[in-house]
T-cell receptor, first 112, second 115 residues
Framework: DQQVKQNSPSLSVQEGRISILNCDYT??????FLWYKKYPAEGPTFLIS?????DKNEDGRFTVFLNKSAKHLSLHIVPSQPGDSAVYFC???????????FGAGTQVVVTP | GAVVSQHPSWVICKSGTSVKIECRSL??????MFWYRQFPKQSLMLMAT?????????EQGVEKDKFLINHASLTLSTLTVTSAHPEDSSFYIC???????????FGPGTRLTVT
C-alpha cells in the first residue's frame, strides 16, 4: 500500500522558471517530511525538510509547502538551473518512528 | 559533514554465494541506519532499520534470514545477502541518521548483480 505518492513521473521546465513538484500522503500520523534529490547510480541527497507544525520552510532556492488538511506537500525550486535536473523524492514519516516512506520520484529536466 | 560511504560500489557474484555490503558514517555517529533497495525507475523500498547494538527491524515481506544486518558500532552497519539469486540483483542504498535528528544521509549505493 503506497502511502506516499508522487503522481507526476516527470517534469520539464525552462531554465530560470519555477519547478513545482507535488507529493500526496495518506497516513495522517505522518508528521515529518523530507525532499531528496537523486542522480543516477548515486544515493539521494537531502534537500529540505518540514515538520507538521509548520506550513512552509525555505532554504535558498528551495521552498517546501505543507497542507496538512489536504495531506499534500510541494517543493518549489526557483529559479530552476540545469544542475537541478535529477529525480526528486519526497519522504514522509512519524517523528516517533524515525523511519520514512518514499514516493516514486519525479524526474525533473531543466532545459536551456 | 554528514558523509556516508558504502563499500563496494558495485559487485558481481555467482548465484548461491553471499555478499556483504558495508555502510559507514564517516564524520558523525549514527545510532540508526536504514537499508533500502531500489529497482529501476522505482521508489526506494525500505528493507530494515538497524539500531546500534540491537537486532534489526525488518519491513514486512523482507526475509531476515536472507538479508542479514549487523550494526556493530555507531559508524558501521553491514548488509549480507545470503545465498544470492538473480532476483536479488538491485541497487542497495543505506542511510544513517544523526543522533537527535530526523534527516537521513544516504550512502552512494551498491549495485549488486547476481549471475
Amino acid at each position: 500500500d503506497q502511502q506516499v505518492k508522487q503522481n507526476s513521473p516527470s517534469l520539464s521546465v525552462q531554465e530560470g522558471r519555477i519547478s513545482i513538484l507535488n507529493c500526496d500522503y495518506t497516513n495522517s500520523m505522518f508528521d515529518y517530511f523530507l525532499w531528496y534529490k537523486k542522480y543516477p547510480a548515486e544515493g539521494p541527497t537531502f534537500l529540505i525538510s518540514i515538520s507538521s507544525i509548520k506550513d512552509k520552510n525555505e532554504d535558498g532556492r528551495f521552498t517546501v509547502f505543507l497542507n496538512k488538511s489536504a495531506k499534500h506537500l510541494s517543493l518549489h525550486i526557483v529559479p530552476s538551473q540545469p544542475g537541478d535536473s535529477a529525480v526528486y523524492f519526497c519522504a514522509a514519516g512519524g517523528m516517533g518512528w524515525g523511519k520514512f516512506q518514499f514516493g516514486a520520484g519525479t524526474q525533473v529536466v531543466v532545459t536551456p | 559533514g554528514a558523509v556516508v560511504s558504502q563499500h563496494p560500489s558495485w559487485v558481481i557474484c555467482k548465484s548461491g554465494t553471499s555478499v556483504k555490503i558495508e555502510c559507514r558514517s564517516l564524520d558523525f555517529q549514527a545510532t540508526t541506519m536504514f537499508w533500502y533497495r531500489q529497482f529501476p525507475k522505482q521508489s526506494l523500498m525500505l528493507m530494515a532499520t538497524s539500531n546500534e547494538g540491537s537486532k534489526a527491524t525488518y519491513e514486512q515481506g523482507v526475509e531476515k534470514d536472507k538479508f542479514l544486518i549487523n550494526h556493530a558500532s555507531l559508524t558501521l552497519s553491514t548488509l549480507t545477502v545470503t545465498s544470492a539469486h538473480p532476483e536479488d540483483s538491485s541497487f542497495y542504498i543505506c542511510s544513517a541518521r544523526r543522533q537527535m535528528s530526523y534527516e537521513q544521509y544516504f550512502g552512494p549505493g551498491t549495485r549488486l548483480t547476481v549471475t
